[in-house]
């Protein structure tokens, strides 16, 4: 049996592999000699600035690679921009175990890929990379010049702030129509930095390009998740085995709910869930212990079960994708679980945590199944004597009900 899952699991991510390609969109980019290339590019949504993507001709044209040693300029319609330059980049760490005790900035050169936010008479633009946001300005036919934030440590370990970047706004963007209280409330963040350049822009007359407004993502699902389990609970312990039992496979209904936060980068691909779901057993069967004797051992597990899920997803058809899971999953027993033998002590449920993973297909957003397979984890967690292996499959349906 776990074969055949192992089994299904590599089919299932083999057909990922080939089948669940980003989409390559409209766009161009312009080569070092100046000539432009119209073409479809695949659109990563990259986190961190690019330094290569992947092109095609046409649909029909096989799969090509450029990089940033080749390229100037490239474009997705609708959706990024970027441009290369040779900056002078703050490499200064934010993270507080690291920071440093010198305000000034500790520039390093660098030939990046600059994600444009705003185009106009002020261009502003981006460069991410793990733990670490900079701004860069670039003003009609100025240099370009990274925007300085920088945290640091004072001699007394207190932390603070080289704020340089709001005296660069005050000189590069002056206009009647901003005051200086708008420079000073000025945040080192996208949405702060985009709105004062676009004002700035609107001085002149001209109609600036935002490249950071794009259509607003459902980053929110919220669903009803109803099914069967497989189960097992194999028993063991106690002198000369008196409390070996097995209830083999057999079914119980789930009903619970779904919470879904869709992370911002990769095309939506990766999701965070809760999904909290109601089990439910009541077994009774007779086995045998010693000297053939035989007993009843009753089982009452009534508890709420809280998966928390890491998913990711690739679509395979318009609105159609397939997704994989992995879960880290705990229970909460419900008042009166225990575990029944006959003239023995009742004992208390004390459940202890597991892992699943799942796989499914999920169709406009809306209806999905999945396939979930959990790990052993001890219904008697906290009897030293005694464990009860608990073991289940799921097959699960759902409905969201409301995507934000």
């Known amino acids: 049996m776990k074969v055949s899952i192992l089994l299904f699991f590599i089919t299932i991510v083999n057909f990922s592999v080939v089948y669940g390609q980003d989409a390559y969109q409209q766009g161009y980019f312009i080569k070092n000699n100046g000539e432009k290339i119209n073409c479809l590019i695949k659109n990563m949504d990259w986190e961190n600035n690019p330094t290569s993507f992947n092109y095609k001709l046409s649909e029909s044209s096989p799969k090509e690679t450029t990089t940033i040693e080749q390229v100037q300029e490239f474009e997705i319609t609708n959706f990024a921009k970027y441009q290369r330059f040779k900056v002078k980049v ?25 994600k444009l936010l705003v185009s106009g008479k002020a261009n502003l633009y981006f460069y991410h990379k793990t733990n670490m946001n900079r701004f860069f300005i670039q003003v009609d036919s100025l240099p370009i010049e990274q925007l300085i934030y920088k945290k ?16 660069q706004l005050i000189n590069y963007l002056k206009c009647e129509k901003i005051s200086g209280q708008e420079f000073i409330r000025t945040e080192y963040n996208t949405k702060s930095l985009t709105n004062i350049f676009l004002k700035y822009n609107s001085c002149f007359g001209q109609e600036p390009i935002n490249y950071v407004s794009k259509p607003k993502r459902k980053i929110l699902n919220l669903g009803i998740r109803t099914g069967l389990n497989i189960a097992s609970i194999k028993m063991s312990g106690g002198n000369s085995g008196v409390f070996d039992a097995e209830f083999k496979k057999y079914l119980t209904p789930r009903i619970g709910l779904s919470g879904e936060v869709v992370l911002p980068f990769d095309n939506n691909k990766w999701s965070i869930l809760l999904e909290p779901n109601f089990q439910y057993h009541n077994l009774k069967q007779d086995f045998n212990i010693q000297f053939a004797t035989k007993e009843i051992a009753e089982t009452k597990y009534n508890a709420i079960e809280v998966p928390i899920i890491i998913r990711y997803g690739i679509y395979v058809a318009k609105n159609a994708k397939i997704f994989l899971n992995t879960s880290y999953v705990f229970d909460i027993p419900i008042k009166k679980s225990k575990m029944d033998f006959d003239g023995r002590r009742d004992i208390k449920m004390s459940t202890s945590s597991g892992v699943a993973f799942g796989m499914g297909m999920e169709y406009a957003n809306t209806y999905n199944f999945e396939f979930r397979y959990n790990l052993k984890r001890d219904l008697l967690a906290k009897e030293v004597y005694i464990n009860a292996d608990y073991s ?3 097959f699960i349906f759902g409905y969201n009900f409301l995507r934000k």
């Open 152 to 167: 640091y440590s004072d001699k007394d370990d207190l932390i603070k702030s080289n704020n340089l970047y709001k005296n």
């Open 90 to 114: 703050d490499t200064s760490r934010s993270e507080i175990n690291y920071l440093s005790d010198n305000q000034a900035p500790d520039y390093k050169e660098m030939t990046l890929f600059l």
């Open 392 to 394: 289940t499959i799921n």
